[in-house]
């Protein structure tokens, strides 16, 4: 079943710590985006990747890190310097920079 | 600054009407056009991407229009269901002036409720 897959599809985290989210991909997909969606905003880029081994930074980096070792995994650890986390992270992932992009289903982060 | 407005914010129809959601940006240089169809906690699911040189592209009961002189698009529903309820988001991609990958600019949505 090909697609592209998040977990955990919930997550809970306390203050001052940090948390990694999955991001796997068996689309054969060079490019992987992570995205913050925040109520009444549009989604805002975090980190992209096009290529392994490489990654740049988006609109809202501060407080997050990714790692790309390989062509199906993107993970995001969201920091304790990250100070406000709490939100829905989508994470995407295309052929290419400019063809159609695939999401998966979302980690709802809530910070307690 | 690169934007993408999207309007109404929210729209309530009965089942089986015909809607039309609205998006201006002003993406430049423009590389292509997006809408995205997303359930409430789910990831966005892509209806139609429009490129310059298209107008209209159908996807069943879903048309996007796509105007590159007034940078305007539309999303027509036809005869709409409901689980058409969900918010439509209309993304613009930005070709890349450095050659790396497209900008992204996201609309904030238009969340669609379709009532019996």
């Known amino acids: 079943d090909g697609g592209i897959t998040q977990s955990p599809k919930y997550l809970f985290r306390k203050e001052g710590q940090n948390v990694t989210l999955s991001c796997e991909q068996n689309?054969?997909?060079?490019?992987m985006y992570w995205y913050r969606q925040d109520p009444g905003q549009g989604l805002r880029l975090i980190y992209y990747?096009?290529?392994?081994?490489?990654?740049q930074k988006g609109d809202i980096a501060e407080g997050y890190s990714v790692s790309r070792e390989k062509k199906e995994s993107f993970p995001l650890t969201v920091t304790s310097a990250q100070k406000n986390p709490t939100a829905f992270y989508l994470c995407?992932?295309?052929?290419?920079?400019?063809?159609?992009?695939?999401f998966g289903q979302g980690t709802r982060l809530t910070v307690v | 600054k690169n934007q993408v407005e999207q309007s109404p914010q929210s729209l309530i129809i009965l089942e089986g009407k015909n809607c039309t959601l609205q998006?201006?940006?002003?993406?430049?240089?423009?590389?292509?056009l997006r809408w995205y169809k997303q359930d409430t906690g789910r990831g966005p699911v892509s209806l139609t991407i429009m490129t310059f040189s298209e107008n209209t592209k159908s996807n069943g009961r879903y048309t996007a229009t796509l105007d590159a002189d007034t940078k305007q698009s539309s999303l027509h529903i036809t005869a709409s269901q409901l689980s058409d309820s969900a918010s439509y988001i209309c993304v613009v991609s930005a070709r890349s002036r450095r050659g790396g990958g497209n900008k992204l600019t996201f609309g904030t949505g238009t969340q669609l409720k379709v009532e019996l």
């Open positions: 689309l054969n997909h060079d490019a």
């Open positions: 990747s096009q290529i392994v081994n490489d990654f």
């Open positions: 998006c201006n940006y002003t993406v430049s240089p423009f590389s292509n």
């Open positions: 995407a992932s295309s052929m290419a920079a400019n063809t159609e992009a695939f």
